[in-house]
């Protein structure tokens, strides 16, 4: 089960997705939205693993593939402003899709942004609890 620490991070068994790469139409400039952009995505679904741990089966567990085309659907489709609504779409998605999953992390990063200066990324991150975020 997942437990919040001090901090507000969640902690305990998670799937863990980093690099996901997608071309998408997402930002405020119109280049954003009729050029497009490569987004990268890096997720983190908690949810208990101990079954899967002991069974070795697949049914007891989530696929990363049902997450990967989660957030696939999300950056390839509707062209949003804000990347802070990109993440939450993934988020609310894989809650509504993912029952057994009790938190997640999503970070949406622009690496190719038209910034004065040198830079590897700019972005955001997001941490969502079923509990608060999507209740019954």
């Known amino acids: 089960m997942m437990e919040a620490v001090g901090n507000g991070m969640p902690t305990g068994d998670k799937l863990v997705l ?17 050029l497009g952009q490569k987004f990268v995505i890096d997720v983190d679904a908690w949810m208990d693993l101990r079954s899967a741990g002991k069974s070795d089966d697949l049914s007891d567990t989530l ?16 062209s949003q402003n804000l990347l802070e609504s ?45 509990s608060i975020d999507a209740p019954n």
């Open 18 to 34: 980093r690099g996901l790469k997608f071309h998408g139409y997402h930002g405020v400039k119109p280049e954003e939205k009729t």
């Open 63 to 78: 696929s990363y593939t049902a997450i990967y085309r989660i957030v696939k659907e999300v950056v390839e489709g509707q």
């Open 86 to 130: 990109v993440a939450q779409m993934i988020a609310s998605k894989i809650f509504t899709n993912h029952p057994q999953i009790s938190a997640v992390r999503v970070q949406v990063r622009k690496p190719h942004v038209a910034v004065p200066g040198s830079l590897d990324y700019l972005g955001v991150e997001i941490i969502r609890y079923r």
